[in-house]
């Protein structure tokens, strides 16, 4: 079993609570748009990371982090993308990753809105959990955890860190 974080959308921003976080968690999961490789360091001082770049991340994190991120953790096929969409409304590399391989977790980011539905035509999970930086329009900064084990999802959680 492993204890993930999962967050999206620091853009350049971190603090204490979101290290303590990521500090209780086994790996943290960071769904692009660092903003800054400092983030990138940070997190990945405390824990293992996984990724994929966002929109606005620059050379140093795209040299280091996927666009695409597919992996298999605890037995669950996980995909992740930035800009992803959500189901029925899927980006065009989503659709393609998808139908390629259907995971049983898609993961996206970007939109800065926290999601947890699941796809039913594709019969899998999709998160997006919300932004956890400052910059954006989002009101209340979000991250999820949850745990993975045996092939399953258990014991989603939606973080509240406060308003930006």
């Given at each position: 079993?492993k204890?993930?974080?999962?967050?999206?959308?620091t853009?350049?921003h971190?603090?204490?609570?979101?290290?303590?976080?990521?500090?209780?968690?086994?790996?943290?999961?960071?769904?692009g748009?660092?903003?800054?490789?400092e983030?990138?360091?940070a997190?990945?001082?405390?824990r293992?990371?996984?990724?994929?770049?966002?929109?606005?991340?620059?050379?140093?994190?795209?040299?280091?982090?996927?666009?695409?991120?597919?992996?298999?953790?605890?037995?669950?096929?996980?995909?992740m993308?930035?800009?992803?969409g959500y189901p029925?409304?899927?980006?065009?590399?989503?659709k393609r990753e998808?139908?390629?391989?259907?995971?049983?977790?898609?993961?996206?980011?970007?939109?800065?809105?926290?999601?947890?539905?699941f796809?039913?035509?594709?019969?899998?999970?999709?998160?997006?959990?919300?932004?956890?930086?400052?910059?954006g329009?989002?009101k209340?900064?979000?991250?999820?955890?949850?745990?993975v084990?045996?092939?399953?999802?258990?014991?989603?959680?939606?973080?509240?860190?406060?308003?930006?």
């Amino acid at each position: 079993m492993k204890k993930i974080l999962l967050l999206s959308d620091t853009h350049s921003h971190m603090d204490q609570r979101i290290l303590e976080y990521a500090a209780a968690a086994d790996e943290v999961w960071h769904c692009g748009d660092f903003g800054s490789a400092e983030v990138l360091k940070a997190l990945e001082e405390i824990r293992p990371l996984r990724g994929v770049y966002g929109n606005i991340d620059g050379e140093p994190i795209r040299k280091c982090i996927p666009e695409v991120n597919r992996f298999v953790c605890e037995g669950v096929d996980v995909l992740m993308i930035h800009i992803g969409g959500y189901p029925g409304k899927y980006s065009p590399l989503s659709k393609r990753e998808i139908a390629s391989q259907t995971p049983k977790l898609f993961i996206s980011g970007h939109s800065h809105i926290l999601k947890a539905m699941f796809d039913k035509e594709n019969q899998l999970l999709h998160l997006n959990p919300g932004a956890c930086g400052k910059e954006g329009w989002h009101k209340m900064r979000t991250m999820m955890r949850f745990e993975v084990s045996n092939g399953n999802i258990d014991n989603l959680e939606i973080i509240e860190l406060g308003p930006k």
